[in-house]
């Protein structure tokens, strides 16, 4: 007994001694970014003064605010829950419950409808504050387009495709997880790296048009500008589409999804509403960037190299009796009620609850890499449309978003995966003015 309950206390204390340091830094972090965008409300930056008014300067600084305020609460309800789960015994209780409930004899059931509970009563928590975002933060900037008969329509449609996508790959995991032996976490690598790939191709021509209606592209004049464009770039893309992002939120992007022949090109309505056709063009030009300059295959890359390391290192923990008990959860034992109910459904809920909590500390590096393939992308658009356009249209995306022009440097060094507008802009050569219209 004694044997394993010092590498289970020792467990219990680093996984309690790394939240509180993820607390604290996160609060530090806020509270620095608020200071900042607090400091510069009172006067639009210099060299954004030609372009932005005050009151969308201070707009920007207020919804800034307002989203790190609910970010803030979110980040203490999120540790009490992660408490709640892991070293107060949630996790514990549902097992022994769902034990209970199956009896012996379901050593497949019994894990798969913890997992599924787990998902049920997460989502259940995270709601409250869906909603504040949507109806009260989003709603008093004028963001939200959404009506809560939309609302609800998303939340039921999504849980449905997340439920007959999830259910089947969560069975199909466990089973691997109890079927091929140690090797376990190396075929649930290879059927989850499939599986993303999948999704990929999947997502775009099946899901997102269950949330969006997709049309071709209409307006000939920038179909043209595109087309030709991509032509320049040698990229193939199966169809050019305009989504009714509008319909939602009046945030507005631009994205490509899927990858060989399902690889397409997506607008909001809201983008092509705020931005010229050469504007257009350049942002555009940014994500074909992306994808020439192979930031797509690289982060795939290292999403498969990520999964492979945290695989490996859940299947020597799952054989680890601290690393359940140090976390508040007692493992099935062989034989309990009768039958023979594997851990594998608790290894993957815990891994998944404490990994975030260390990974945190390595958002700084992956914040820095993104930041560094933004300005490749910048200036790949500078060489394939004009940067002057790109700058433009970053400047109009900023006020439109009512993003923040001025963050706190450390905090843009440990989350923003996209520099500043002023770090791009000059980076970019391109002037803080407006070109006028003909130019
Ligand atoms: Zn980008």
Request: aromatic share 12%.
């Amino acid at each position: 007994m004694n044997d394993s309950l010092s590498p289970a206390l020792l467990t219990s204390l680093v996984f309690g001694a790394a939240l509180l340091a993820n607390l604290l830094v996160k609060f530090w972090l806020a509270s620095r970014q608020i200071r900042a965008v607090a400091r510069h409300r009172g006067a639009v930056p210099t060299e954004f003064a030609q372009t932005i008014t005050l009151a969308s300067h201070q707009r920007a600084a207020d919804y800034t605010v307002a989203k790190l305020r609910l970010g803030l609460l979110e980040l203490a309800f999120g540790a009490a829950v992660l408490l709640g789960w892991t070293l107060m015994g949630g996790l514990d209780w549902l097992n022994a419950l769902l034990l209970q409930a199956f009896g012996p004899g379901h050593p497949l059931l019994q894990p798969l409808a913890l997992l599924v509970a787990f998902a049920v009563i997460n989502g259940l928590i995270d709601l409250p504050f869906g909603l504040y975002q949507t109806f009260v933060v989003e709603q008093r900037f004028g963001f939200n387009k959404m009506s809560l008969g939309l609302w609800l329509g998303d939340l039921v449609k999504g849980t449905l495709v997340g439920a007959a996508i999830g259910i089947p790959l969560a069975a199909l995991v466990l089973w691997l997880m109890g079927a091929t032996g140690r090797w376990w976490w190396l075929w649930t690598w290879a059927v989850w790296m499939g599986f993303s790939l999948l999704m990929m191709v999947i997502y775009p021509m099946f899901i997102a048009p269950l949330f969006n209606k997709f049309q071709p592209l209409a307006d000939e004049a920038l179909k043209e500008r595109v087309t030709g464009l991509m032509a320049r770039c040698g990229f193939a893309a199966k169809g050019l589409f305009v989504m009714d992002g509008s319909r939602r939120s009046a945030h507005a992007n631009a994205y490509f999804t899927g990858f060989g022949a399902a690889k397409r090109v997506v607008f909001f309505d809201t983008l092509l509403k705020q931005l010229s056709v050469p504007e257009v063009e350049a942002v555009l030009a940014h994500e074909l960037g992306h994808f020439k300059r192979r930031h797509i295959a690289k982060r795939i890359a290292a999403m498969f190299g990520f999964s492979l390391a945290g695989l490996a290192l859940l299947g020597w923990l799952t054989q680890q009796s601290w690393f359940y008990v140090g976390l508040g959860v007692t493992p099935n034992l062989p034989a309990q009620l009768g039958g023979d109910v594997p851990n594998h459904a608790l290894a993957l809920l815990l891994f998944m609850l404490v990994v975030p909590v260390f990974s945190f500390f390595l958002s700084p590096l992956s914040a820095m890499l993104s930041r560094r393939h933004e300005f490749e992308a910048d200036a790949y658009a500078a060489q394939q449309a004009s940067a002057q356009d790109l700058a433009n249209a970053l400047v109009k995306l900023y006020k439109d978003n009512a993003s923040t022009l001025t963050p706190d440097p450390l905090y843009v060094r440990f989350y923003y995966s996209h520099p500043p507008a002023s770090e791009r802009i000059a980076r970019m050569g391109a002037r803080f003015e407006p070109v006028a219209a003909g130019a």
